[in-house]
């Protein structure tokens, strides 16, 4: 059967409008940006409402209503995980922000508490916003956030739990001397300064945190230094700097061992050879920076500095944003989440009732080359896979599509390894790609054949075709090495014209005469669609509400669309049980 997928055919019409709530000018009006909308034709009558449970997921992190965005404080305390988290109990809108918070044993069902953090206070009266949990001497854990206070300034705040013999630590108390942290000094913005990372030790045994923020009309990651973590003094130097942007939300600060997958306790002896990353929040994604903790200096110093921030390394290259980490002392790894907005309108968020979800919680680590980080769903999320296919030794030619039956698409974990038969037609790669990747994989779409590719998965498919999802691959042949393109292209996945639908994209290099196969793993969850390429050097997330999905069933298929013909030692795919998340129980 030969793989038919049409080029974009319609063009979205649609502004976009930005908001301000409670002064905060970048995430919480730039990120929500794309589900800021005016609609100019109405919808058609053919398709059907967006408002029905059938598009809430059912294994990610989400609460039972309202709206959320950022993960904050997680952390792994006495058994039992914690997941706070930017929430409105007020609606399904940013605004009123305090800390939510549930708990979990497994990272993947999860039960609903009070929200732990409130705006109670002159430092937190207009919002409890980001930041981070850090586990001190005697194991007492500690929570700095950013509070909005009356003059609508950022300030950082502090709380500890109320009762540590409750395994929930269910209620938090807040210090009389919040804040503990102001916007004072020359050239800091004080509307520009929040997300304190988690705290780290010194070589000196004193505490360490970073917050972001714009000084000098530049971003930075402020370092400050505590003896007792609640008085704090602001070092004469940034932990890292950089012209190149204006602000840095939700920095991440924290210790790798490359090609090693086990995770790193900043509060714990660093060994020889560890790198560090600087992950931050800026241009609607996360990006990082690997490089050196030089103690002599208490900087960062980054491997490879590169002026022009397009080309900076990525978390994840789809609807990513404010990803938070926290080291996993149960099974000594690194846990990273990340948030992901909706990509439907405001009002259809209104009349859904919640907007938001979280990504599944990677492990994350460093390749042995030190370049690169590598994220993989936590082996917990495994746990939910029911109905099993299993299918080996097959053969895709150009325009082979293969029918994925047996499990239930709308929730599914599919497995797939492509092998390729030659290399040797390969078309040459163009740098100037890696500047604009959308706009590459919106060119190269999946109707394109290519050299070797495009090859991967359709998904949330309609019976003709006329909405689905693929994610896929090229490979591209440069001077000493190959580029492999990975795209998820939404722009076919809803019949609805009013939804945000990218073709996101991007390129990680592959030894293909060393490993011969490109792996592909996608976490099929309704309206969410994550995958990971190349055992996870590339990570893309994606929202997507198909017509299909509340009018009938969706169909799921392996393709090939390049001229050279992919093998396909093996494809295994599991329908996924619902998880209990944030269900309340009884």
């Not at 602001?234 to 790798?256: G, I, K, Q």
């Not at 980490?325 to 009732?353: C, H, P, Q």
């Amino acid at each position: 059967m030969a793989l038919v997928l049409r080029p974009w055919a319609f063009l979205l019409f649609l502004v976009l409008v930005s908001y301000d709530e409670s002064g905060l000018q970048s995430r919480r009006n730039g990120v929500a940006q794309a589900t800021q909308r005016v609609f100019l034709y109405p919808q058609s009558p053919k398709v059907s409402s967006i408002v029905s449970t059938k598009y809430r997921t059912a294994y990610h992190f989400q609460p039972p209503k309202n709206w959320i965005n950022d993960p904050n404080g997680p952390m792994y305390y006495n058994g039992i995980y914690h997941q706070f988290y930017q929430y409105n109990p007020n609606g399904s809108l940013w605004g009123n922000i305090v800390w939510g918070h549930s708990v979990s044993t497994d990272l993947i069902n999860w039960i609903r508490l009070e929200p732990a953090i409130e705006r109670t206070i002159p430092s937190d009266i207009n919002g409890c916003w980001t930041g981070s949990a850090t586990i001190l001497k005697g194991n007492r854990p500690a929570i700095i956030y950013t509070g909005a206070d009356t003059e609508k300034r950022q300030v950082q705040n502090i709380v500890f739990p109320k009762n540590v013999s409750d395994p929930y630590l269910r209620e938090w108390i807040k210090p009389d001397n919040n804040p503990l942290i102001q916007p004072i000094g020359q050239g800091l913005n004080s509307g520009q300064f929040r997300d304190p990372t988690t705290g780290w030790i010194g070589p000196d045994g004193l505490w360490r945190i970073a917050v972001g923020a714009e000084l000098n009309g530049y971003s930075a990651a402020l370092l400050y230094k505590s003896e007792d973590f609640v008085n704090w003094t602001r070092v004469d130097h940034s932990l890292y700097s950089s012209n190149a942007s204006t602000m840095w939300e939700c920095p991440d600060f924290f210790a790798v061992l490359p090609g090693n997958n086990s995770g790193l306790d900043l509060s714990a002896a660093i060994p020889n050879g560890a790198k560090h990353v600087l992950k931050m929040s800026l241009d609607n994604c996360d990006k990082y920076m690997v490089g050196v903790y030089d103690l002599k200096s208490d900087t960062f110093v980054p491997d490879t500095i590169l002026d022009d921030r397009r080309l900076w390394s990525r978390i994840d290259y789809g609807n990513y944003y404010a990803s938070k980490s926290f080291f996993d002392s149960k099974r000594g790894r690194r846990i990273i989440w990340g948030w992901t907005n909706e990509t439907d309108s405001s009002l259809d968020d209104v009349a859904k009732g919640w907007a938001g979800i979280h990504a599944i919680p990677r492990t994350i680590w460093l390749d042995s080359n030190s370049k690169q980080l590598l994220q993989w769903p936590v082996e917990e999320v495994e746990s939910l896979r029911s109905e099993e296919v299993s299918h080996q030794g097959l053969e895709l030619k150009q325009g082979d599509l293969f029918d994925i039956k047996g499990i239930d698409t709308l929730q599914a974990d599919v497995e797939i390894d492509f092998e390729l038969t030659s290399i040797d037609s390969a078309d040459p790669f163009d740098p100037s790609w890696l500047l604009d990747i959308e706009k590459h994989c919106r060119e190269a779409d999946a109707s394109v054949h290519g050299g070797v590719g495009p090859f991967g998965l359709v998904v949330l498919a309609s019976d003709n075709m006329e909405e689905h999802t693929s994610v896929h691959f090229r490979v591209y042949k440069s001077q000493e090495k190959y580029m492999v393109l990975m795209c998820s292209d939404l722009r076919k996945s809803s019949l609805r014209p009013e939804l945000y639908t990218p073709a996101y994209g991007g390129f990680f290099e592959f030894d293909l005469e060393k490993e011969s196969t490109i792996s592909l793993r996608t976490l099929i969850d309704r309206s969410a669609v994550e995958s990971f390429g190349g055992g996870g050097r590339l990570c893309i997330m994606a929202r997507v509400y198909p017509v299909t999905l509340i009018n009938g069933g969706t169909r799921m298929y392996a393709f090939n669309n390049g001229t050279s013909t992919v093998k396909v030692p093996q494809l295994k795919a599991w329908s996924m049980r619902r998880a209990q998340v944030n269900v309340k129980k009884g």
